[in-house]
């Protein structure tokens, strides 16, 4: 199974700052055949399911804000969230299926100072 | 707007089969989409349990694999999950979730608690 290693495990970043949460895969999710990365980002806030914020590594779901933003290739990704609102505060999840099984990252909890 | 909710018994005995059926509305079963099983243990990750094509064909995680089915009912456009054998371990929020072309989770039902315990 491909092992998604997120960091940190948690961070706290004040209100209309930004925040950088990282992902890497144990082997590249790259589809050479398409070029896309199968990497995607969720946010969950408590007694929530999770939401889609991003595919593709870097596609943002339909209705997301674009203050949340994806990059990397390969086996590095990152999440970032800019002009941070109080309700970011979540956990966030990065997810790969590049191969089955579909694999989570721990989860990093966002708070908002 | 699609919306997935899940069904079945909160409480499962220790050896006993879990049971849970997620009923799609907003959309219909046989489109070309994965209909997927998702379970978050409490304060854990999420983890991936299987899921199903229109077609039939299943794919399952190999840590359950052994334990575990999904079906689909077309007519009443659902599919469900049987995981027998539950332990503690199995103790967790289900969810049942679409996987979109971009084979990401677009749309995720509510999620149930089901706590294994005699």
């Known amino acids: 199974d491909i092992v998604m290693t997120q960091s940190p495990d948690s961070l706290a970043v004040s209100l209309g700052e930004r925040a950088t949460i990282n992902c890497k895969s144990s082997?590249?999710?790259?589809?050479?055949?398409?070029?896309?990365?199968?990497l995607a980002w969720y946010q969950q806030k408590p007694g929530q399911p999770p939401k889609l914020l991003i595919y593709?590594?870097?596609t943002r779901e339909s209705g997301v804000p674009d203050r949340f933003s994806g990059s990397g290739s390969g086996t590095d990704f990152s999440l970032t969230i800019s002009n941070l609102q109080a309700e970011d505060a979540a956990f966030y999840y990065c997810?790969?299926?590049?191969?089955?099984?579909?694999?989570f990252g721990q989860g990093t909890k966002l708070e908002i100072k | 707007q699609v919306q997935l909710q899940e069904s079945g018994p909160r409480l499962v005995k220790p050896s006993g089969t879990l049971s849970l059926i997620c009923t799609v509305s907003?959309?219909?079963?046989?489109?070309?989409?994965?209909w997927s099983w998702i379970r978050q243990p409490p304060g854990k990750a999420l983890e991936w349990i299987g899921e199903?094509?229109?077609?039939?064909?299943?794919s399952y995680n190999s840590s359950l694999r052994s334990r575990v089915t999904i079906s689909m009912d077309k007519s009443k456009n659902q599919f469900s999950l049987h995981l027998n054998s539950m332990t503690a371990a199995d103790t967790a929020v289900y969810y049942c979730?679409?996987?979109?072309?971009?084979?990401?989770?677009?749309?995720w039902g509510q999620g149930t608690m089901v706590t294994v315990s005699s």
């Open positions: 979730a679409r996987r979109s072309a971009a084979d990401a989770f677009d749309v």
């Open positions: 907003g959309a219909s079963i046989t489109t070309n989409n994965w």
């Open positions: 199903m094509y229109p077609s039939g064909s299943t």
């Open positions: 082997q590249s999710v790259l589809y050479t055949s398409n070029n896309k990365n199968y």
């Open positions: 593709w590594a870097s």
């Open positions: 997810q790969q299926y590049h191969g089955t099984p579909p694999t």
